[in-house]
């Protein structure tokens, strides 16, 4: 008698996207982007603290760069729908080159834009990087899936991005103070503005693609309206999106590590770029893992599970004044966090079609992307009324609270079990 194959017998290929020629272009255009973008977060921040000696001045960091994001995020998602997505990231890239070059020539001796309007000249920039950005989400987002042969690959197509991405944030920010430290600002903005013209390169070497067949075209409103619409009407999905953006809103402490490397843990920027690049540690560890060993199986109280891993990891990084077990606590919450945002992406990927994943992804970033730049702004609002150690504590706790609700009230979520697939 013949033995049955169940799917179990199926090998699971953790390279399976990674040999796909334009994948691979793809991530590496993605690494050099994160990198450049990550760089910049550390020069940007240190020296806009070095200037202010204002908590809040790093809060307004995060806010420049989250409104303009915000305002023209549906409207991003519509345009990544309606044109070809390489073409959207060519132009949004080479903005963002222009915006690393900007800062490049502030810090030249030809130039005293920053004797002269102080940090004015640093948010302008950022305000216009974070238009470029907020277009830029929606159109790599619903790119990536037209790179890769059906969506049996997406999970492993979104943990290889995010390793990548998470690897970049990683080595970003260890990069970017080293340099800073001891080649000095020019040298580190150089460097950003090299990285982002590479990540340009990349992205011209993968051939354009066609938009997917659009079954229902929509006027612009109609068509915004329908984005918002499939979100609000998915449970999941919006449980989903809605834990990672309070998480994110509430828990994050990055924007005040130039504070903590500054005043509390006595570092120098060399030690705030190993601080900045500690969560990515943990993810990069996480997402490597989870190419091997991808979750299914109760895939949303694991979920669950890491938000509040992320939310305790915090609190005590805020009570820490050893720059050690601060950098452990920074790596555990960046493992935490790697989980969520894999489950997340692979849930969004899978439950949108092809032709609407440029609204969606515009309205995940307005949730979760922009709560970054928002969470920041909160961050050095609450550090400049209560101090640091306060407000990553109190951001953490209430980051146990929305996990403590999630899962008394989105059954679905709690519930969530994610089909597992093969290369």
């Known amino acids: 008698m013949k033995e049955k194959k169940g799917p179990e017998t199926i090998k699971h290929d953790p390279y399976a996207v990674l040999r796909l020629p334009e994948f691979r272009l793809y991530i590496s255009a993605r690494l050099c982007i994160t990198l450049a973008m990550q760089i910049q977060a550390v020069i940007v921040g240190w020296q806009i603290y070095d200037i202010t000696k204002d908590p809040f001045s790093l809060g307004l960091i995060g806010l420049a760069e989250a409104i303009p994001s915000i305002v023209v995020s549906l409207y991003a998602g519509y345009l990544a729908d309606m044109v070809p997505r390489k073409k959207i990231i060519m132009v949004v890239v080479s903005v963002l080159m222009l915006c690393s070059a900007a800062l490049l020539y502030f810090t030249l001796a030809i130039s005293n834009t920053i004797a002269l309007f102080g940090v004015l000249p640093i948010y302008v920039i950022i305000f216009i990087s974070g238009i470029a950005r907020g277009f830029m989400n929606p159109a790599v987002f619903s790119f990536m899936p037209q790179l890769v042969t059906g969506k049996q690959l997406y999970a492993n197509a979104i943990t290889w991005s995010s390793t990548t991405w998470q690897a970049a944030s990683l080595v970003g920010p260890a990069i970017g103070g080293l340099v800073y430290g001891f080649y000095g600002i020019t040298a580190a903005y150089a460097t950003d503005a090299i990285l982002v013209f590479l990540s340009l390169l990349s992205f011209a070497l993968i051939a354009a693609k066609p938009l997917p067949e659009n079954i229902n075209p929509q006027n612009l ?47 120098g920027p060399q030690g705030l770029g190993f601080l900045r690049a500690a969560p990515a540690v943990g993810s990069v560890i996480m997402a490597v893992w989870m190419a091997y060993y991808p979750i299914t199986v109760q895939a949303g109280k694991k979920m669950l599970w890491c938000v509040a891993g992320f939310g305790v990891s915090l609190i005590l990084f805020g009570v820490s004044t050893n720059f050690w077990f601060s950098l452990v606590m920074l790596i555990l919450s960046g493992a935490f966090d790697s989980i969520s945002v894999i489950i997340r992406s692979t849930l969004i990927h899978t439950l949108t079609p092809e032709y609407m994943k440029g609204r969606v992804s515009s309205v995940n970033s307005i949730f979760v992307g922009s709560s970054n730049e928002i969470g920041a702004f909160r961050a050095g609002a609450m550090a400049k009324l209560l101090g640091a150690v306060p407000s990553v504590v109190l951001g953490g706790l209430i980051t146990l609270g929305v996990v403590g609700v999630t899962a008394l009230k989105a059954d679905k979520l709690r519930n969530l079990d994610l089909e597992p697939t093969t290369a």
């Open 221 to 267: 409103k109609e068509s915004l309206k329908s984005g918002i619409k499939f979100v609000f009407g998915n449970q999941v999905i919006l449980n989903a999106i809605s834990l990672d953006m309070f998480a994110v809103l509430f828990g994050g402490a990055v924007a005040l590590l130039p504070i903590f490397a500054s005043d509390i843990l006595k570092t």
